[in-house]
């Protein structure tokens, strides 16, 4: 990725705990994003201007080297990609604020080596259980960051051979808790599960379907529902 990437992400992180950071950081916390979470996934804000940058001829190359506009940094949460190893394999960012004049959600770069959030994070439970949790979104890991600490986010719902491939090698179980979208017109966490049950099955991977309340689509709407999950987690553990 380069020495830039690292350094700007670096400098997210540093960001995010700038008092002009309000905003970030009054919605990371409606999302249960703890200090420690902060500190664990390297999460940062990226502004459009840096208040702890202040090599200006740095800052003009950083923008510079990306391939997109300035507006496009502008008032986004980041999230670095770790390998398994703890390089870093890319980011994703998060818009704060209107979708109508920005992307919702930008990659960098555009397909990461493989789109598996958290397993460098919490690959020491994984290895030792030889199970991961997985999950749709960052939010959704981050919401059961406290009873679950195996856990993954796929950042969508699409799983391919290399990332089953790649996950046999730690986990002999796989716990799927895709979207709960059953009674809606969207099926993608249903077709999701579906799918990954018979493929995960050819690659000698067992599965269990993480079955979401009635009503309920995410683990995120799930914990602000319900203040304590730890009875639900105890009927899969």
Same mark, same amino acid.
């Given at each position: 990725?380069?020495?830039?990437?690292?350094?700007?992400?670096?400098?997210?992180?540093?960001?995010?705990?700038?008092?002009?950071?309000?905003?970030?950081?009054?919605?990371?916390?409606? +999302?249960?994003?703890?200090?420690e979470d902060l500190v664990k996934y390297r999460i940062g804000v990226?502004?459009?201007?840096?208040?702890?940058?202040?090599?200006?001829?740095?800052?003009?190359?950083?923008?510079?080297?990306? #391939?997109?506009?300035?507006?496009?940094?502008?008032? =986004?949460?980041?999230?670095?990609?770790? +390998?398994?190893?703890?390089?870093?394999?890319?980011?994703?960012?998060?818009?704060?604020?209107?979708? =109508?004049?920005?992307?919702?959600?930008?990659?960098? #770069?555009?397909?990461?080596?493989?789109?598996?959030?958290?397993?460098?994070?919490?690959?020491?439970?994984?290895? +030792?259980?030889?199970?991961?949790?997985?999950?749709?979104?960052?939010?959704?890991?981050?919401?059961?960051?406290?009873?679950?600490?195996?856990?993954?986010?796929?950042?969508?719902?699409?799983?391919?051979?290399?990332?089953?491939?790649?996950? =046999? +090698?730690?986990?002999?179980?796989?716990?799927?808790?895709?979207?709960?979208?059953?009674?809606?017109?969207?099926?993608?966490?249903?077709?999701?599960?579906?799918?990954?049950?018979? =493929?995960?099955?050819?690659?000698?991977?067992?599965?269990?379907?993480?079955?979401?309340?009635?009503?309920?689509?995410?683990?995120?709407?799930?914990?602000?529902?319900?203040?304590?999950?730890?009875?639900?987690?105890?009927?899969?553990?």
């Amino acid at each position: 990725m380069g020495l830039t990437i690292g350094k700007y992400l670096d400098l997210c992180h540093k960001e995010i705990s700038h008092p002009s950071q309000v905003e970030a950081l009054e919605y990371l916390k409606d +999302r249960f994003v703890t200090q420690e979470d902060l500190v664990k996934y390297r999460i940062g804000v990226s502004p459009c201007e840096w208040d702890v940058c202040e090599d200006e001829t740095y800052k003009e190359r950083l923008l510079a080297d990306f #391939p997109k506009h300035k507006k496009l940094l502008t008032k =986004k949460l980041v999230f670095p990609i770790m +390998r398994w190893d703890g390089e870093l394999s890319g980011f994703i960012m998060r818009t704060l604020g209107d979708y =109508k004049f920005y992307k919702k959600f930008l990659f960098y #770069p555009h397909v990461p080596f493989y789109n598996v959030y958290g397993f460098y994070e919490n690959i020491e439970e994984i290895a +030792r259980t030889r199970t991961a949790f997985i999950v749709e979104s960052i939010f959704d890991l981050i919401a059961i960051e406290p009873w679950v600490k195996n856990g993954i986010a796929m950042l969508g719902t699409s799983f391919v051979d290399s990332q089953m491939a790649f996950l =046999k +090698r730690y986990v002999d179980k796989l716990y799927l808790g895709f979207n709960n979208d059953f009674g809606t017109d969207h099926q993608a966490g249903n077709n999701a599960t579906k799918y990954s049950i018979q =493929k995960l099955k050819k690659f000698g991977i067992r599965s269990v379907h993480v079955r979401l309340p009635d009503g309920i689509n995410d683990f995120s709407d799930f914990r602000q529902e319900r203040s304590n999950l730890e009875d639900f987690f105890d009927n899969y553990f």
